[in-house]
């Protein structure tokens, strides 16, 4: 197999790279306007196969074979200065400026950075109940090239089997002609078209099944570049058909235009949908250098185009610390004005990392008089960022250990004020203790959650499990039963239970409201819910020795309109509570907790920059308190159910602060504490048994 002979200069892949990070910028800093932008990644896998693999075939095809050595070397002179410059930056800015709750995270994930493993990382996040709320961190950008680094790891690999095989097939066929032998090249597209063919297949499966994971790993990702490369090796280019290549080129840029206008976060990615983008880079790459009245050569001879492709790994780099950076510091996303300030600082820093970092490295003369030379610098510039990695985690470990003390000792001897009692006792809400020590620390806080161990299903789970607490052996049952949002009420309940000598049955699935009507996440593949959850209805109302059922949950969730007459969601409620009223069981709804600021990262993290001043970090009331919670709405139509509202256990007249009596509320996105929930042990005694009515 002969390649095709090639264009030394190809402008249309500057073209296609700087629309590319123009898109993943854009949708950076204004998703509404460009929700699809994040394919820009995916136009830059083409594009990487296509170059990268070209100029492995050739090289075999001239030489007859690939030097390893050689090729890692470009790949080091060209990624590594400005992408560990990146990295070191982030890190010093991150000790400066960023909340200590997020600074082991970018240590970890600076060194994956650094390894070029990011994508591992943030898949095996994503796929982690509470990790996937997590604020995002100025280097999580570093997962598409990760994916980039190791397809160029295993590629040329896959280049050198072939040349192994055809070498041993000759050897063995001695007598063959050098020329009737196969061609190591054609073997080698072979070995690429297998893989390509078996990773798009793998990502189509494991899109589909939900896993969140799949947007990130290696092998729902070779495949786009897999048919980058296949185009490489074969593309003939020719100046005959001009107004066909034309429109093929315009055909290619309206796929990926419709793909940034018409997809979203929501589309599961990177399945079919990413055909969109691919097969569009694809026709505008194959399409070539065009000229005539539907030709593309006009735009992308444009000199701001080409020197945006120049730039545009630079720019891919520097503009996510910057817009994340900015979020930390101004507390909220940015508006129309700072997201042009952030746009033009991004290109500054872009082009100063182009002509001083980039191309001065990749030009000198020293690293490429040896091949080991580059390979040698870059092991010892990577194995120095990768030790600067353990500084962030290092000084957040030295801080919590200071504050630790003070926090035991609080917890040691709590005032009466402490966390939930300062809402009605005291007149200062924030700190009532004589120290200003914040329990869980910030830093801690994410870990502060149920800890019911493996009493909370995942929400693929078929199945809800069930535990008990308390007296197992008591004549009195009392089951909490819901979501995640049920579940931070445990850690009120159980101690109640304990006390009075109650069984307590917890049946909790992560994701999960305790209601018959399908949630909109289940409808589209992601959870499962219905069956469990008939399930756990068919335990508590069939044995007869549950008393009473207290459940909650997370009031975001949307339900499938089944055209009850009612919001989504209501008549499924109040459905089951009937059905537990019918049974014998009583029901006690809680209304579902406010939420917490969400505008420029999470409350923990607002908390832990404005520690001193946490009054900073409230949540208005209004904001707070969503409108969406169907609880009481599903009590009109459930006449027996006992609604409990602890509203004003979390927010005053106007705010919801993120900080009472010194506890910190939130430990994520919507969870409270479970040290805050302790709190309101003797709030929540108090109105159950209330509306108990003495049956307890």
């Known amino acids: 197999m002969q390649l095709k002979a090639r264009r030394k200069f190809l402008p249309e892949i500057q073209a296609l790279r700087a629309l590319a990070v123009l898109m993943v910028v854009a949708y950076h800093l204004e998703p509404r306007w460009l929700p699809g932008g994040f394919v820009g990644v995916d136009v830059f896998f083409v594009i990487s196969g296509f170059l990268i693999t070209g100029h492995m075939l050739r090289e075999v095809e001239s030489t007859g074979t690939l030097s390893l050595r050689s090729f890692w070397a470009a790949r080091v002179r060209r990624i590594l200065p400005a992408a560990l410059l990146t990295i070191v930056v982030v890190l010093a800015a991150t000790l400066l400026l960023a909340p200590m709750t997020q600074w082991a995270q970018v240590g970890t994930q600076a060194l994956a950075s650094t390894f070029y493993l990011q994508n591992w990382v943030l898949a095996a996040d994503s796929v982690d109940y509470l990790a996937a709320t997590d604020s995002a961190t100025a280097l999580q950008h570093f997962w598409s090239l990760a994916v980039e680094e190791q397809f160029y790891l295993f590629w040329p690999l896959l280049v050198l089997l072939a040349v192994a095989v055809i070498r041993k097939r000759r050897s063995t066929f001695a007598s063959a002609s050098r020329h009737s032998a196969p061609s190591p090249v054609r073997l080698a597209v072979v070995l690429f078209a297998l893989v390509t063919a078996a990773s798009l297949a793998f990502a189509l499966w494991f899109t589909y099944t939900g896993n969140p994971a799949a947007y990130f790993i290696t092998p729902t990702r070779i495949w786009e570049l897999g048919l980058g490369g296949l185009l490489a090796a074969g593309l003939s280019y020719t100046e005959r058909w001009q107004r ?393 139509l459930a006449p027996k159910a006992r609604v409990l509202d602890f509203t004003d256990a979390f927010c005053g007249d106007t705010t919801c602060p993120a900080v009472i009596g010194n506890v910190l509320i939130y430990a994520d996105q919507n969870h409270v504490t479970r040290t805050y929930m302790r709190t309101l042990v003797p709030t929540l005694e108090e109105r159950l048994l209330e509306s108990m009515g003495g049956r307890a």
């Not at 909490?480 to 909790?508: C, N």
């Not at 959850?533 to 109302?541: C, D, S």
């Not at 009223?581 to 993290?605: F, K």
Request: charged share 20%; with cysteine.
């Open 244 to 636: 066909l290549r034309s429109l093929l080129a315009l055909a290619g840029l309206a796929a990926i235009a419709a793909a940034a206008f018409l997809l979203d976060g929501a589309d599961p990615f990177p399945g079919a949908a990413a055909l969109l983008p691919v097969l569009g880079t694809m026709a505008v790459i194959a399409a070539g250098r065009t000229s005539g009245r539907l030709s593309l050569h006009r735009l992308v001879d444009l000199k701001p185009v080409q020197w945006t492709g120049n730039i545009s790994y630079s720019l891919y780099l520097w503009h996510w610390p910057l817009i994340v950076f900015y979020k930390t510091l101004a507390g909220k996303e940015p508006g129309p004005a700072p997201s042009l300030l952030l746009l033009a600082a991004s290109f500054a820093l872009a082009a100063l990392s182009f002509y001083w970092v980039e191309t001065p490295v990749r030009k000198f003369g020293w690293l490429h008089a040896r091949a080991w030379r580059p390979l040698a610098a870059g092991a010892a510039a990577t194995a120095l960022v990768g030790t600067l990695a353990f500084v962030p985690g290092n000084q957040q470990e030295r801080i919590l250990a200071e504050r630790a003390e003070q926090g035991e000792a609080l917890l040691a001897s709590p005032p009466e004020d402490l966390g939930g009692g300062a809402m009605t006792r005291a007149a200062d809400r924030t700190f009532t203790a004589d120290s200003h020590v914040i329990v869980p620390d910030p830093g801690l806080a994410a870990k502060d959650v149920f800890n019911g161990k493996d009493c909370a299903s995942v929400a693929e789970s078929p199945e809800t499990r069930e535990c008990t607490f308390g007296d197992k052996d008591s004549d009195f049952t009392v089951a909490l039963v819901g979501d995640s949002h049920a579940a931070q009420w445990f850690a009120a309940l159980e101690p109640i239970a304990k006390e009075r000598g109650w069984r307590l049955l917890t049946y909790l699935h992560n994701s999960c409201p305790f209601n018959p009507e399908m949630r909109l996440a289940e409808r589209d593949g992601n959870l499962e819910c219905t069956e469990p959850n008939k399930k756990t209805m068919e335990r508590l109302t069939g044995e007869g020795d549950v008393d009473a059922v207290v459940t909650s949950y997370y009031a975001g969730a949307n339900f499938v309109d089944t055209k009850t007459g009612h919001r989504p969601g209501a008549a499924g409620f109040a459905e089951y509570w009937n059905r537990l009223a019918e049974a014998g069981v009583d029901v006690y709804p809680i209304v579902d907790t406010p939420l917490p600021r969400r505008e420029g990262g999470l409350a923990r993290d607002c908390v832990a920059l404005n520690y001193e001043e946490p009054e900073e970090c409230g949540q208005s009331r209004r904001d707070g308190l969503t409108g969406k919670d169907l609880t009481r709405e599903a009590a009109g």
